[in-house]
């Protein structure tokens, strides 16, 4: 999953789609998705964030792996 700020350090929030579980209808501020067999976390966040905003990716800031209990 990826956080998007821009030059003017504002993030963006973006509403999920009624139709996706869990959260409906919600705000969030991350994209993302899965990574793909031998994809690294930062190729497969440059291609989450190109697929869903149609966007190129200028840095890494920094990595955070989140694991689920």
């Not at 003017?8 to 067999?37: I, K, M, N, T, W």
Request: contains cysteine; charged residues 30%.
């Amino acid at each position: 999953m990826t956080v998007c700020r821009d030059e003017r350090g504002r993030f963006l929030l973006h509403r999920r789609s009624e139709q996706l579980s869990p959260f409906p209808g919600l705000y969030e501020v991350v994209v993302g998705g899965a990574v793909d067999v031998g994809e690294s976390y930062e190729q497969a966040a440059a291609r989450e964030l190109a697929e869903e905003l149609g966007i190129r990716v200028r840095r890494l800031l920094f990595t955070f792996l989140n694991r689920r209990c």
